[in-house]
Protein backbone atom coordinates (compact mmCIF):
# COMPACT_ATOMS: atom_id res chain seq x y z
CA UNK A 1 0.00 0.00 0.00
CA UNK A 2 1.64 3.25 -1.46
CA UNK A 3 5.15 2.03 -0.46
CA UNK A 4 8.10 4.19 -0.76
CA UNK A 5 9.78 3.94 -3.99
CA UNK A 6 12.78 5.89 -4.47
CA UNK A 7 13.14 6.24 -7.90
CA UNK A 8 9.05 7.80 -7.97
CA UNK A 9 8.83 11.40 -9.45
CA UNK A 10 7.50 13.77 -6.75
CA UNK A 11 6.38 16.88 -6.71
CA UNK A 12 7.36 19.92 -3.78
CA UNK A 13 5.25 22.81 -4.45
CA UNK A 14 7.24 26.05 -3.84
CA UNK A 15 10.68 26.97 -4.58
CA UNK A 16 11.26 29.26 -1.62
CA UNK A 17 13.56 28.09 1.59
CA UNK A 18 12.42 25.08 3.06
CA UNK A 19 10.77 23.78 -0.99
CA UNK A 20 14.59 24.16 -2.08
CA UNK A 21 15.91 22.30 0.79
CA UNK A 22 13.53 19.87 0.74
CA UNK A 23 14.18 18.72 -2.65
CA UNK A 24 17.75 18.80 -1.70
CA UNK A 25 17.22 16.50 0.75
CA UNK A 26 14.63 14.04 -1.25
CA UNK A 27 17.38 14.01 -4.54
CA UNK A 28 19.91 12.53 -2.15
CA UNK A 29 17.10 9.56 -1.20
CA UNK A 30 17.05 8.75 -4.84
CA UNK A 31 13.91 10.62 -6.13
CA UNK A 32 13.28 12.37 -8.88
CA UNK A 33 11.41 15.71 -7.75
CA UNK A 34 9.41 18.47 -9.82
CA UNK A 35 9.29 21.68 -8.05
CA UNK A 36 6.38 24.09 -8.83
CA UNK A 37 6.68 27.65 -7.84
CA UNK A 38 4.16 30.66 -8.62
CA UNK A 39 7.26 33.46 -8.70
CA UNK A 40 9.13 34.26 -11.23
CA UNK A 41 13.23 32.80 -11.81
CA UNK A 42 14.50 35.07 -8.53
CA UNK A 43 18.37 34.33 -10.18
CA UNK A 44 17.02 35.85 -13.48
CA UNK A 45 14.46 38.66 -12.73
CA UNK A 46 14.75 41.12 -9.58
CA UNK A 47 11.89 40.60 -7.31
CA UNK A 48 10.41 43.69 -5.57
CA UNK A 49 11.57 44.89 -2.22
CA UNK A 50 9.88 44.63 0.83
CA UNK A 51 8.61 41.56 1.92
CA UNK A 52 12.45 40.16 3.02
CA UNK A 53 12.31 40.46 6.72
CA UNK A 54 15.97 39.33 7.22
CA UNK A 55 16.84 35.95 7.69
CA UNK A 56 18.70 34.92 11.38
CA UNK A 57 19.98 31.22 10.71
CA UNK A 58 21.18 29.73 13.89
CA UNK A 59 22.03 26.55 15.23
CA UNK A 60 18.76 24.75 13.65
CA UNK A 61 19.25 26.21 10.49
CA UNK A 62 22.90 25.35 9.98
CA UNK A 63 22.29 22.16 11.32
CA UNK A 64 20.17 21.16 8.45
CA UNK A 65 22.57 23.25 5.73
CA UNK A 66 25.48 20.83 7.01
CA UNK A 67 23.85 17.53 6.29
CA UNK A 68 23.51 18.77 2.28
CA UNK A 69 27.11 20.40 2.42
CA UNK A 70 26.26 23.82 2.43
CA UNK A 71 26.49 25.18 6.05
CA UNK A 72 30.44 26.59 5.17
CA UNK A 73 29.63 28.87 2.22
CA UNK A 74 26.34 30.34 3.62
CA UNK A 75 28.33 31.15 6.54
CA UNK A 76 30.61 32.78 4.08
CA UNK A 77 27.40 34.99 3.45
CA UNK A 78 26.05 35.73 7.25
CA UNK A 79 27.21 38.14 9.44
CA UNK A 80 27.33 37.36 13.37
CA UNK A 81 25.23 38.97 15.84
CA UNK A 82 26.57 38.47 18.59
CA UNK A 83 23.74 40.49 20.76
CA UNK A 84 20.69 42.79 20.71
CA UNK A 85 21.70 46.49 20.83
CA UNK A 86 18.97 48.33 22.17
CA UNK A 87 18.34 52.23 21.21
CA UNK A 88 16.70 54.44 23.68
CA UNK A 89 14.41 57.20 22.10
CA UNK A 90 17.28 59.90 23.28
CA UNK A 91 19.79 58.04 21.31
CA UNK A 92 21.43 56.01 24.74
CA UNK A 93 22.77 52.42 23.61
CA UNK A 94 22.76 49.19 26.10
CA UNK A 95 23.64 45.63 24.65
CA UNK A 96 22.61 42.48 25.58
CA UNK A 97 24.26 39.36 24.50
CA UNK A 98 23.15 36.30 23.41
CA UNK A 99 24.76 33.69 24.82
CA UNK A 100 27.14 32.63 27.39
CA UNK A 101 30.20 34.00 25.13
CA UNK A 102 30.66 35.09 21.94
CA UNK A 103 31.16 31.71 20.59
CA UNK A 104 26.78 31.58 20.96
CA UNK A 105 25.67 34.30 18.57
CA UNK A 106 22.36 34.12 15.45
CA UNK A 107 23.28 35.25 11.74
CA UNK A 108 22.07 37.49 9.49
CA UNK A 109 22.07 36.09 6.10
CA UNK A 110 20.07 37.52 3.10
CA UNK A 111 17.20 35.76 2.01
CA UNK A 112 17.52 36.39 -1.17
CA UNK A 113 21.24 35.26 -1.62
CA UNK A 114 20.44 32.21 0.34
CA UNK A 115 17.25 30.94 -1.86
CA UNK A 116 18.96 31.84 -5.15
CA UNK A 117 21.71 29.46 -3.67
CA UNK A 118 19.56 26.71 -2.44
CA UNK A 119 17.60 26.52 -5.90
CA UNK A 120 21.02 26.22 -7.86
CA UNK A 121 22.35 23.69 -5.70
CA UNK A 122 19.07 21.70 -5.95
CA UNK A 123 19.06 21.81 -9.63
CA UNK A 124 22.85 20.56 -9.23
CA UNK A 125 21.88 17.14 -8.15
CA UNK A 126 20.30 16.57 -11.25
CA UNK A 127 17.37 14.98 -9.95
CA UNK A 128 15.02 18.41 -8.93
CA UNK A 129 13.51 20.65 -11.73
CA UNK A 130 11.98 23.47 -10.92
CA UNK A 131 9.69 25.02 -13.20
CA UNK A 132 8.81 28.92 -12.50
CA UNK A 133 5.20 31.03 -13.05
CA UNK A 134 3.46 27.84 -12.36
CA UNK A 135 0.24 27.94 -10.15
CA UNK A 136 -1.46 25.00 -8.61
CA UNK A 137 -5.19 26.10 -8.62
CA UNK A 138 -6.57 22.57 -7.37
CA UNK A 139 -5.15 18.97 -6.27
CA UNK A 140 -7.02 15.96 -6.06
CA UNK A 141 -5.37 13.46 -3.36
CA UNK A 142 -6.83 10.46 -4.44
CA UNK A 143 -6.30 10.73 -7.60
CA UNK A 144 -2.33 12.22 -7.03
CA UNK A 145 -3.28 14.61 -9.39
CA UNK A 146 -2.52 18.70 -9.64
CA UNK A 147 -4.52 21.35 -11.48
CA UNK A 148 -1.56 23.58 -13.00
CA UNK A 149 -2.16 26.67 -14.66
CA UNK A 150 0.89 28.60 -16.45
CA UNK A 151 1.52 32.55 -15.49
CA UNK A 152 2.04 33.11 -19.02
CA UNK A 153 -1.96 31.90 -19.95
CA UNK A 154 -3.02 28.61 -21.35
CA UNK A 155 -4.94 25.80 -20.54
CA UNK A 156 -5.27 24.39 -17.09
CA UNK A 157 -3.26 21.20 -16.86
CA UNK A 158 -3.23 18.12 -15.16
CA UNK A 159 -0.02 16.93 -13.72
CA UNK A 160 -0.18 13.47 -11.91
CA UNK A 161 2.26 13.20 -9.15
CA UNK A 162 2.37 9.88 -6.26
CA UNK A 163 3.16 11.84 -3.42
CA UNK A 164 2.82 15.85 -3.22
CA UNK A 165 5.11 18.26 -0.81
CA UNK A 166 3.00 21.34 0.10
CA UNK A 167 5.74 23.64 0.95
CA UNK A 168 4.15 27.12 -0.43
CA UNK A 169 4.47 29.55 2.93
CA UNK A 170 1.53 30.55 4.93
CA UNK A 171 -0.80 31.06 2.09
CA UNK A 172 -0.80 27.38 1.31
CA UNK A 173 -2.55 26.01 -1.89
CA UNK A 174 -1.53 22.69 -1.02
CA UNK A 175 -2.98 23.38 2.91
CA UNK A 176 -6.16 24.99 1.19
CA UNK A 177 -7.58 22.11 -0.52
CA UNK A 178 -6.36 19.51 2.64
CA UNK A 179 -9.00 21.91 4.73
CA UNK A 180 -11.69 20.75 2.66
CA UNK A 181 -11.32 17.35 4.50
CA UNK A 182 -13.95 17.13 7.21
CA UNK A 183 -11.33 16.11 9.45
CA UNK A 184 -8.72 18.69 9.03
CA UNK A 185 -8.44 21.79 11.18
CA UNK A 186 -6.93 24.81 10.98
CA UNK A 187 -6.34 27.92 12.73
CA UNK A 188 -5.13 31.76 11.72
CA UNK A 189 -4.14 34.10 13.97
CA UNK A 190 -3.52 37.52 12.03
CA UNK A 191 -1.20 40.00 14.00
CA UNK A 192 -2.59 43.27 14.23
CA UNK A 193 0.82 44.69 13.43
CA UNK A 194 1.93 44.85 10.10
CA UNK A 195 5.59 45.46 8.86
CA UNK A 196 7.67 47.84 6.36
CA UNK A 197 11.14 47.15 5.21
CA UNK A 198 13.43 50.17 5.27
CA UNK A 199 17.43 50.73 4.72
CA UNK A 200 19.64 52.30 6.66
CA UNK A 201 22.75 52.76 3.94
CA UNK A 202 26.24 52.18 3.98
CA UNK A 203 28.23 54.96 5.14
CA UNK A 204 31.53 56.02 2.70
CA UNK A 205 33.39 53.15 1.70
CA UNK A 206 30.84 50.43 2.50
CA UNK A 207 31.30 51.20 6.39
CA UNK A 208 28.37 50.02 8.54
CA UNK A 209 26.61 52.92 10.38
CA UNK A 210 25.74 51.23 13.59
CA UNK A 211 27.37 48.58 15.32
CA UNK A 212 28.43 46.04 12.77
CA UNK A 213 27.72 42.29 15.11
CA UNK A 214 24.29 43.14 16.86
CA UNK A 215 20.45 42.91 15.69
CA UNK A 216 19.73 46.49 16.75
CA UNK A 217 16.44 47.24 18.48
CA UNK A 218 14.13 50.43 19.26
CA UNK A 219 11.81 49.21 21.80
CA UNK A 220 8.53 51.80 21.88
CA UNK A 221 5.94 49.23 23.92
CA UNK A 222 3.43 48.66 21.29
CA UNK A 223 5.53 49.29 18.39
CA UNK A 224 9.36 48.94 17.63
CA UNK A 225 12.00 49.55 14.82
CA UNK A 226 14.47 46.50 14.33
CA UNK A 227 17.67 46.64 11.95
CA UNK A 228 19.83 43.64 10.99
CA UNK A 229 23.71 43.79 9.04
CA UNK A 230 24.29 43.28 5.36
CA UNK A 231 27.58 42.22 4.09
CA UNK A 232 27.44 45.40 1.92
CA UNK A 233 27.64 47.64 4.84
CA UNK A 234 24.04 48.71 4.92
CA UNK A 235 21.21 47.27 7.46
CA UNK A 236 18.18 46.71 6.48
CA UNK A 237 15.31 47.96 8.89
CA UNK A 238 11.86 46.72 10.08
CA UNK A 239 9.30 48.90 11.65
CA UNK A 240 6.61 47.06 13.52
CA UNK A 241 3.49 49.38 13.95
CA UNK A 242 -0.07 48.57 14.47
CA UNK A 243 -2.01 48.52 11.48
CA UNK A 244 -4.68 50.95 13.13
CA UNK A 245 -4.96 53.42 15.65
CA UNK A 246 -3.07 56.41 17.43
CA UNK A 247 0.52 55.38 16.58
CA UNK A 248 -0.05 52.96 13.52
CA UNK A 249 0.59 52.77 9.36
CA UNK A 250 -3.12 54.54 9.25
CA UNK A 251 -1.63 57.28 11.39
CA UNK A 252 1.78 58.39 9.19
CA UNK A 253 -0.50 59.31 5.71
CA UNK A 254 1.80 61.85 4.94
CA UNK A 255 5.80 62.70 4.67
CA UNK A 256 5.58 65.02 7.45
CA UNK A 257 3.81 62.53 10.02
CA UNK A 258 6.43 60.00 9.06
CA UNK A 259 9.70 62.24 9.47
CA UNK A 260 7.53 63.84 12.70
CA UNK A 261 7.50 60.59 14.28
CA UNK A 262 10.74 59.34 13.41
CA UNK A 263 12.16 62.63 15.05
CA UNK A 264 10.05 61.63 18.40
CA UNK A 265 10.82 58.18 18.55
CA UNK A 266 13.95 57.17 16.55
CA UNK A 267 16.19 60.25 16.12
CA UNK A 268 19.72 58.37 15.48
CA UNK A 269 18.01 55.72 12.96
CA UNK A 270 16.03 58.93 11.51
CA UNK A 271 19.97 60.13 10.51
CA UNK A 272 21.17 57.25 8.99
CA UNK A 273 17.97 56.87 6.74
CA UNK A 274 18.04 59.47 3.61
CA UNK A 275 15.36 57.56 2.00
CA UNK A 276 12.97 56.56 4.21
CA UNK A 277 9.90 58.25 3.07
CA UNK A 278 10.72 56.75 -0.23
CA UNK A 279 11.06 53.02 1.04
CA UNK A 280 8.22 53.92 3.32
CA UNK A 281 5.45 55.24 0.93
CA UNK A 282 6.85 52.53 -1.84
CA UNK A 283 7.43 49.53 0.21
CA UNK A 284 4.43 46.96 1.06
CA UNK A 285 2.90 47.00 4.13
CA UNK A 286 3.38 43.25 5.48
CA UNK A 287 1.39 41.01 7.35
CA UNK A 288 2.23 38.44 10.01
CA UNK A 289 0.68 35.22 10.81
CA UNK A 290 0.38 32.39 13.00
CA UNK A 291 -0.86 28.93 11.32
CA UNK A 292 -2.12 25.90 13.36
CA UNK A 293 -3.45 23.51 11.50
CA UNK A 294 -4.18 19.65 11.80
CA UNK A 295 -3.08 16.96 10.40
CA UNK A 296 -0.46 18.28 7.87
CA UNK A 297 -1.00 14.78 5.95
CA UNK A 298 -3.26 12.77 3.88
CA UNK A 299 -2.72 9.57 4.45
CA UNK A 300 0.59 8.88 2.49
CA UNK A 301 -0.24 11.27 -0.70
CA UNK A 302 0.16 15.08 0.22
CA UNK A 303 2.31 16.26 3.28
CA UNK A 304 2.61 20.27 4.63
CA UNK A 305 5.98 20.66 5.46
CA UNK A 306 7.30 24.21 7.18
CA UNK A 307 5.06 27.91 6.92
CA UNK A 308 2.33 25.95 4.81
CA UNK A 309 1.87 23.53 8.14
CA UNK A 310 2.94 25.83 10.89
CA UNK A 311 3.77 29.24 10.11
CA UNK A 312 4.90 31.84 13.09
CA UNK A 313 5.53 35.53 13.43
CA UNK A 314 9.38 36.39 12.87
CA UNK A 315 10.52 37.66 16.20
CA UNK A 316 12.35 34.58 17.88
CA UNK A 317 13.95 34.58 14.09
CA UNK A 318 13.13 30.46 14.17
CA UNK A 319 10.56 30.63 10.83
CA UNK A 320 13.35 29.62 8.13
CA UNK A 321 15.12 27.32 11.46
CA UNK A 322 12.07 25.18 12.17
CA UNK A 323 11.16 24.64 8.37
CA UNK A 324 14.63 23.63 7.94
CA UNK A 325 14.55 21.37 10.77
CA UNK A 326 11.28 20.33 9.38
CA UNK A 327 13.51 19.01 6.51
CA UNK A 328 16.22 17.06 9.28
CA UNK A 329 13.34 15.35 10.92
CA UNK A 330 11.12 14.39 7.52
CA UNK A 331 14.23 12.67 5.87
CA UNK A 332 14.87 10.54 8.88
CA UNK A 333 11.29 9.67 9.22
CA UNK A 334 11.78 8.47 5.25
CA UNK A 335 14.71 6.35 6.41
CA UNK A 336 12.94 4.35 9.28
CA UNK A 337 9.35 4.05 7.01
CA UNK A 338 8.74 1.73 4.11
CA UNK A 339 5.21 3.46 3.67
CA UNK A 340 4.96 7.04 2.92
CA UNK A 341 2.17 7.21 4.84
CA UNK A 342 3.86 5.41 8.36
CA UNK A 343 6.36 8.39 7.76
CA UNK A 344 4.70 10.81 7.43
CA UNK A 345 2.22 10.17 10.38
CA UNK A 346 5.64 10.17 12.46
CA UNK A 347 7.04 13.17 11.29
CA UNK A 348 3.39 15.08 11.99
CA UNK A 349 3.67 13.66 15.28
CA UNK A 350 7.29 14.71 15.93
CA UNK A 351 7.22 17.85 14.65
CA UNK A 352 3.40 19.25 15.66
CA UNK A 353 3.89 19.86 19.25
CA UNK A 354 7.56 21.63 18.79
CA UNK A 355 6.26 23.37 16.07
CA UNK A 356 3.04 24.69 18.30
CA UNK A 357 5.36 25.71 21.30
CA UNK A 358 7.30 28.01 18.88
CA UNK A 359 4.94 29.70 17.71
CA UNK A 360 3.98 30.64 21.19
CA UNK A 361 7.42 31.37 22.07
CA UNK A 362 7.38 33.51 18.88
CA UNK A 363 4.43 35.70 19.81
CA UNK A 364 5.58 36.14 23.38
CA UNK A 365 9.08 37.15 22.24
CA UNK A 366 7.44 40.10 20.29
CA UNK A 367 5.75 41.56 23.67
CA UNK A 368 9.58 41.13 25.14
CA UNK A 369 11.78 43.15 22.02
CA UNK A 370 9.04 45.69 21.56
CA UNK A 371 8.67 46.43 24.92
CA UNK A 372 10.76 44.77 27.80
CA UNK A 373 13.92 44.98 26.49
CA UNK A 374 13.89 48.41 27.70
CA UNK A 375 12.05 47.79 31.56
CA UNK A 376 15.07 47.82 33.86
CA UNK A 377 13.17 44.95 35.95
CA UNK A 378 13.46 42.82 32.78
CA UNK A 379 17.04 43.97 32.12
CA UNK A 380 17.76 42.69 35.32
CA UNK A 381 16.69 39.68 35.45
CA UNK A 382 18.40 39.03 31.56
CA UNK A 383 21.75 39.59 33.64
CA UNK A 384 20.69 37.59 36.60
CA UNK A 385 20.19 34.56 34.04
CA UNK A 386 23.64 35.43 32.58
CA UNK A 387 25.18 34.88 35.90
CA UNK A 388 23.32 31.94 36.45
CA UNK A 389 24.49 30.40 32.41
CA UNK A 390 28.18 31.11 33.78
CA UNK A 391 27.93 29.99 37.55
CA UNK A 392 25.59 26.91 36.73
CA UNK A 393 27.61 25.46 33.23
CA UNK A 394 25.36 22.34 32.28
CA UNK A 395 22.78 22.80 34.69
CA UNK A 396 21.17 26.14 34.44
CA UNK A 397 19.58 25.90 31.01
CA UNK A 398 17.54 29.39 29.15
CA UNK A 399 14.81 29.30 26.74
CA UNK A 400 17.03 31.55 24.44
CA UNK A 401 19.83 29.43 24.52
CA UNK A 402 18.41 26.07 23.66
CA UNK A 403 16.01 27.64 21.17
CA UNK A 404 18.98 29.39 19.50
CA UNK A 405 22.35 27.67 20.38
CA UNK A 406 21.18 24.09 20.22
CA UNK A 407 18.67 20.96 18.86
CA UNK A 408 16.65 20.09 22.30
CA UNK A 409 12.81 19.91 20.70
CA UNK A 410 11.04 23.49 20.64
CA UNK A 411 8.60 22.03 23.36
CA UNK A 412 11.33 21.10 26.07
CA UNK A 413 13.07 24.50 25.81
CA UNK A 414 9.26 25.92 26.30
CA UNK A 415 8.82 24.32 29.38
CA UNK A 416 12.53 24.19 30.57
CA UNK A 417 11.96 28.26 29.95
CA UNK A 418 8.97 28.32 32.21
CA UNK A 419 11.26 26.53 34.85
CA UNK A 420 14.13 28.84 34.70
CA UNK A 421 12.34 31.75 34.15
CA UNK A 422 10.58 31.42 37.74
CA UNK A 423 14.29 30.49 39.26
CA UNK A 424 15.34 34.17 37.80
CA UNK A 425 12.46 35.79 39.04
CA UNK A 426 12.52 34.71 42.83
CA UNK A 427 16.16 35.69 42.73
CA UNK A 428 15.86 39.06 41.24
CA UNK A 429 13.60 39.95 44.00
CA UNK A 430 14.95 42.75 45.91
CA UNK A 431 18.08 42.95 44.06
CA UNK A 432 19.45 46.41 42.11
CA UNK A 433 22.66 44.49 40.70
CA UNK A 434 22.63 40.86 39.34
CA UNK A 435 26.07 40.32 41.03
CA UNK A 436 24.12 40.05 43.85
CA UNK A 437 22.30 37.08 43.20
CA UNK A 438 22.52 34.45 45.96
CA UNK A 439 24.44 31.97 44.23
CA UNK A 440 23.65 29.11 47.15
CA UNK A 441 19.98 29.50 46.91
CA UNK A 442 20.34 29.72 43.02
CA UNK A 443 22.22 26.02 42.93
CA UNK A 444 19.21 24.75 45.93
CA UNK A 445 16.07 25.71 43.54
CA UNK A 446 18.16 24.71 39.69
CA UNK A 447 19.14 21.12 41.77
CA UNK A 448 15.71 20.99 42.74
CA UNK A 449 13.50 22.39 39.91
CA UNK A 450 15.53 22.33 36.82
CA UNK A 451 17.85 19.50 37.47
CA UNK A 452 15.01 16.93 37.29
CA UNK A 453 13.01 17.82 34.84
CA UNK A 454 16.07 18.12 32.05
CA UNK A 455 17.10 14.29 33.88
CA UNK A 456 13.34 13.03 33.12
CA UNK A 457 13.94 13.89 29.38
CA UNK A 458 17.48 13.10 28.66
CA UNK A 459 16.61 11.84 25.49
CA UNK A 460 15.35 15.26 24.08
CA UNK A 461 18.43 16.83 25.77
CA UNK A 462 20.88 14.44 23.98
CA UNK A 463 20.53 15.97 20.84
CA UNK A 464 21.79 19.70 22.26
CA UNK A 465 25.27 20.50 20.84
Request: aromatic letters at 10%; hydrophobic letters at 40%; glycine letters at 10%.
Given at each position: ???????????????????????????????????????????????????????AISTRGLYALRQVGL?????????????????????????????????QHINSISRAWLNKYL??????????????????????FQKGALDVVDRAGGP??????????????????????????????????????????????????????????????????????????????????????????????????????????????????????????????????????????????????????????????????????????????????????????????????????????????????????????????????????????????????????????????????????????????????????????????????????????????????????
Amino acid sequence: MHEIDQTQRVTVVGAGLVGSLLSMYLARRGFQVDVLEWRPDMRREEIGAGRSINLAISTRGLYALRQVGLEEEALRHAIPMRGRMIHSPSGGLAYQAYGKDESQHINSISRAWLNKYLMTHAEATGRVRIQFEQRVQHVDFQKGALDVVDRAGGPVREVHTPVVFGTDGSGSAVRREMALAPAYRAAQEQLSHGYKELTIPAGPGGAFQMEKHALHIWPRGSYMLIALPNLDGSFTCTLFLPFQGPVSFESLGTPAQLVAFFEAQFPDALALMPGLTHDFFHNPTGTMVTVKSEPWHVGGRALLVGDAAHAIVPFFGQGMNCGFEDCVALDACLGRHQRWEDAFAEFFRLRKTNADAIADMAVENFVEMRDKTADPRFLLEKAVEKELLKAFPGEFLSRYTLVSFSLVPYRLAYEVGAIAGGIVAELSEGLTRAEDVDLGRAGTLIRERLVPFVKEHSDGFGTAR
